[in-house]
Nanobody, 124 residues
Framework: QVQLVESGGGLVQAGGSLRLSCATSGRTFSNYGMGWFRQAPGKEREFQGAISRSGDMTLYSDSVKGRFTISRENAKNTVYLQMNTLKPEDTAVYYC?????????????????WGQGTQVTVSS
């Protein structure tokens, strides 16, 4: 089992920034690729970004490419999502997840473990 706990969400004005963190425990963190997803009210959960086990490969959704950056610190068992130039449409619950694939994945089905989520609200 891998336990994941997200933090760093909150209320921010449009154009602002937030950095989400996802602290993990349980199995060896560097054995897992990590991803961030979000779910807005009334919508399906959607992929935001993913990072490989070593951090040398990343993948982003088109909607956040250039604004969001995913990174990880294997020594701290933590993955981050730096979110810049936030927009009201970025409002959602953000989830981190862990998968065992070698390459970053944008598919929910590839992710075995999930956190409980952290709320991000962007006001206009």
């Amino acid at each position: 089992q891998v336990q994941l706990v997200e933090s760093g969400g909150g209320l921010v004005q449009a154009g602002g920034s937030l950095r989400l963190s996802c602290a993990t425990s349980g199995r060896t963190f560097s054995n897992y690729g990590m991803g961030w997803f979000r779910q807005a009210p009334g919508k399906e959960r959607e992929f935001q970004g993913a990072i490989s086990r070593s951090g040398d490969m990343t993948l982003y959704s088109d909607s956040v490419k250039g604004r969001f950056t995913i990174s990880r610190e294997n020594a701290k068992n933590t993955v981050y999502l730096q979110m810049n130039t936030l927009k009201p449409e970025d409002t959602a619950v953000y989830y981190c997840a862990a998968d065992t694939n070698w390459s970053p994945s944008n598919r929910e089905v590839d992710y075995e473990f999930w956190g409980q989520g952290t709320q991000v609200t962007v006001s206009s």
